[in-house]
């Protein structure tokens, strides 16, 4: 099991930037496809982005394309996620997540999660 704790979320304005952090421990997380998801109030949590365990590969959701970057150290056992062009419905608490998987943009593949940190942009 791998524990992940996220931290740099907290109040933007619109167009703002942030930078996420997701620190991990536990099992090797080298290995881990990591993952950003996001929920905001009333909706279902969604996908942001994805990286493979060598960072050769990254995915992203079509609304995060060009604003979002996804990037991580393993020898820090730290995976990011920097956010520009903030805007109002990018609010919302976001989760990173490892796993090994096939479907990097399908949650359920995720094997441990991190408690979120709650990101909000006011106009």
């Known amino acids: 099991q791998v524990q992940l704790v996220e931290s740099g979320g907290g109040l933007v304005q619109v167009g703002g930037s942030l930078r996420l952090s997701c620190a991990a421990s536990g099992r090797t997380f080298s290995r881990d496809a990591m993952g950003w998801f996001r929920q905001a109030p009333g909706k279902e949590r969604e996908f942001v982005a994805a990286?493979?365990?060598?960072?050769?590969?990254?995915y992203y959701a079509d609304s995060m394309k060009g604003r979002f970057i996804i990037s991580r150290d393993n020898a820090k056992n730290t995976v990011y996620l920097q956010l520009n062009s903030l805007k109002p419905e990018d609010t919302a608490v976001y989760y990173c997540a490892a796993g090994t998987v096939s479907n990097y943009y399908y949650q359920d593949e995720y094997d441990d999660w991190g408690q979120g940190t709650q990101v909000t942009v006011s106009s």
């Open positions: 990286i493979s365990w060598t960072a050769l590969s990254k």
